[in-house]
């Protein structure tokens, strides 16, 4: 595998003519991911979330200090300061928020579906499948290289949508709003209805949330958001006390392409997630070596004039950004799938087709008129999503991680009969005499209106 990196913002990664070796390619390491090491970051995070937890508001005081430089007036953000932040947003702003919000609704009122399906096994043997929403959930917004007002949309919409009974979010104070949250985040968390907000941050935020602070905050069922590794290493270290959704890592981007693809949208696509964070990955997977100069050549330019070039270079100078040349789609499906992105960007000459092929990824963009950016914003899908190639197996954000599947069985006598004698024998073989005695009892005499002569 060749790799290189002469005169071009990415490094290139030649898979061509790889397909027959003697070894065959392990899809999923051809792209090496950022380090990011949140085992070390639970040292750090133990102590907070122990202190959050033996001394409640007076640690979230000192930590708000040391963390974020800035103590708030009060923890949890007034109502008045939600109505400000909606009085001064911006009118293009407002109805950006809106459309976005109405949009993401619509979506997640559609992935809701049915609240019970009922299966009816036998005469009198029914199992009733029943969708309960979590009570209380704790959501985290995060604040830090950008306010991410798009993550109280993705994060409250589905809970409500599910119909969670309290909603609490959290994000991080900030010195130039006085210790509050940004004034975006909190103009959507008003306009969302959201009562219950707070100005704490990190991983103290994280311990909030799973322990409760007496006279401040309940503890919650459930912790969702994004943050950085310190959040991660909380939700990690505090899983188990609380649901969580996911562990997510750096932002990534990977965009499959041949010769019709345009290499400016691709360019600005791959340069549109390496702003979001130093270690963000931006890959592009290609058929067509004319292709991956022509974007090597554009990016120079479209970097350069980037507000946050710096950010952007050192994101495609990471180990996790390149090109990748390959043989043909085949072999691009199978470096995609094998990647299992957060974001996957199909801008083929039938991409419709090329995307039904995709089966590991957080989200599919169909086409040059599909960017990231619109899901991040007002596509109506999720943008929190897996991560770190977690795609192969997890989903991103959506109604279903607020809601519990519930089984409800309900047999009658008959129905119960019917098959007592192999339950009884199914319990007799994993030595498990008692559960065989639960069913037995019932047509012994002890059971409810038993004369024993069914069995």
Same mark, same amino acid.
């Given at each position: ?330 072999? +691009? &499906?199978? /470096?995609?799938?094998?990647?299992? =992105?957060? !974001? ?5 000459? $039938? #991409?419709? %087709? ?41 989903? +991103? &954000?959506? /109604?279903?991680?607020?809601?519990? =599947?519930? !089984? ?5 006598? $008959? #129905?119960? %009969? ?38």
């Amino acid at each position: 595998m060749l790799l290189t990196r002469i005169a071009c913002v990415l490094a290139t990664i030649d898979l061509r003519g790889r397909a027959g070796d003697a070894t065959p390619l392990d899809y999923r390491t051809v792209v090496p991911r950022a380090v990011v090491d949140v085992e070390a970051a639970l040292s750090v995070v133990r102590p907070v979330c122990d202190d959050v937890a033996a001394r409640g508001e007076a640690a979230l005081r000192e930590l708000s200090e040391r963390f974020d430089r800035v103590v708030p007036a009060s923890f949890r953000v007034p109502a008045e300061a939600m109505d400000a932040a909606v009085e001064h947003l911006d009118p293009e702003l407002r109805s950006a928020f809106e459309l976005s919000i109405a949009r993401r609704r619509e979506v997640c009122a559609a992935e809701l579906g049915p609240a019970a399906v009922d299966v009816d096994l036998a005469p009198g043997a029914r199992v009733t499948q029943r969708m309960v929403p979590v009570e209380r959930v704790g959501l985290y917004v995060p604040g830090g290289l950008a306010p991410l007002a798009s993550s109280v949309i993705m994060n409250v919409v589905p809970a409500q949508v599910a119909g969670c009974r309290s909603i609490a979010v959290t994000s991080p104070p900030q010195r130039e709003f006085g210790g509050l949250p940004h004034p975006s985040i909190l103009a959507v968390c008003r306009m969302l209805g959201v009562e219950e907000v707070y100005a704490v941050g990190g991983a103290q935020a994280v311990a909030m949330f799973a322990y409760g602070v007496p006279g401040l905050c309940e503890p919650v069922d459930m912790v969702t958001g994004p943050g950085n590794i310190y959040v991660v290493a909380a939700k990690r270290l505090l899983r188990g006390r609380v649901s969580i959704d996911s562990e997510a890592g750096p932002t990534e981007i990977l965009v499959l392409a041949d010769a019709t693809a345009d290499p400016a949208l691709v360019a600005a696509d791959l340069v549109s997630q390496a702003e979001h964070d130093p270690l963000a990955a931006s890959v592009l997977v290609t058929d067509s070596e004319a292709l991956a100069q022509r974007v090597q050549d554009v990016l120079g330019d479209q970097v350069a004039a980037t507000k946050h070039a710096e950010r952007v270079r050192t994101s495609m100078g990471g180990r996790q950004s390149a090109v990748v040349l390959v043989d043909d789609l085949e072999q +691009g &499906l199978a /470096v995609a799938n094998g990647y299992a =992105a957060e !974001h996957l960007e199909v801008q083929t000459a $039938d #991409a419709p %087709a090329v995307a039904t092929r995709v089966t590991n990824a957080g989200a599919v963009f169909v086409g040059p008129w599909s960017p990231v950016s619109l899901g991040d914003y007002s596509a109506g899908s999720t943008h929190v999503l897996p991560t770190g190639g977690c795609a192969c197996h997890s989903s +991103g &954000l959506n /109604v279903k991680s607020f809601l519990k =599947a519930m !089984h409800v069985v309900t047999y009658d006598r $008959d #129905a119960l %009969a019917e098959v007592a004698r192999r339950v009884e024998v199914f319990a007799e073989a994993e030595d498990l005499p008692g559960h065989a005695r639960a069913v037995a009892a019932r047509f012994d005499g002890a059971g409810p209106e038993s004369d024993g002569s069914d069995r």
